[in-house]
């Protein structure tokens, strides 16, 4: 009963370094997402997945690429790490796209650019 | 883009008091989602709310879609010390039923 799992769960990066953050579920949902989680602030999408094959950006895309997989796994990566990028980042499954299911969280990646 | 405010911020309550906080927004949505998150752990889902006006019961958790469809609330019953996290309204619209999440509410449970 996994569900969404990320990989690592703390990271500390200095100014440049490149990371990929890993993301799985075993849901068999077809939609994935990745938001970050800043201090006093609600989650914002960076990028999603509506299905094996497609990404799209979200509402704060700048500074990161996707890549999905697989059906099952959706990765996160910062290319150049910059002090802005520290947050905690969150991915996410859904069962369809466009559909009124809810999401369904991981436990979070906690990254810190030094 | 779409912004919810969540109110209040943060809450410190005695042990069995019962517990209100809301969101509201500008922009109609067409669910509204209740959110858990422990320290540590990523949200979990609460309650779902699909239809305006909609009241649904978890255990000690009430949720309401506003009839405007522009509200939500969430109350807590005789509050227990694990009810301790920040909870998060997200509302979700648009073809593409994107998310739209609250600011959170800290809430503290004094013994």
């Known amino acids: 009963n996994a569900g969404v799992t990320q990989t690592p769960k703390f990271q500390v990066l200095k100014t440049g370094q490149s990371m990929t953050l890993q993301c799985a579920q075993d849901m068999n949902h077809n939609s994935m997402y990745w938001y970050r989680q800043d201090p006093g602030m609600g989650l914002r999408l960076i990028y999603y997945s509506a299905s094996e094959g497609t990404t799209d950006k979200g509402e704060v895309p700048n500074g990161y690429n996707v890549s999905r997989l697989n059906k099952r796994e959706f990765s996160l990566r910062l290319e150049s790490a910059a002090p802005s990028q520290t947050s905690v980042y969150f991915c996410?499954?859904?069962?369809?796209?466009?559909?009124?299911?809810?999401?369904?969280f991981g436990d979070g990646t906690r990254l810190s650019i030094l | 883009g779409q912004q919810l405010n969540q109110s209040p911020q943060s809450m410190f309550i005695q042990e069995g008091e019962d517990v209100s906080m809301n969101c509201t927004s500008s922009?109609?949505?067409?669910?509204w989602l209740w959110y858990k998150q422990d320290p540590g752990e990523g949200p979990v889902l609460l309650i779902a709310l699909y239809k305006a006006g909609e009241l649904t019961s978890n255990g000690r958790l009430t949720a309401q879609f506003g009839i405007t469809r522009k509200d939500s609330f969430l109350n807590i019953s005789a509050s227990i010390p694990s009810d301790v996290g920040i909870y998060f309204c997200?509302?979700?619209?648009?073809?593409?039923?994107?998310?739209?999440f609250g600011s959170g509410t800290q809430l503290t449970v004094l013994p």
């Open positions: 922009s109609i949505f067409n669910t």
């Open positions: 997200a509302g979700q619209s648009g073809s593409a039923r994107q998310l739209t």
């Open positions: 996410a499954s859904r069962t369809a796209f466009a559909s009124n299911q809810p999401q369904h």
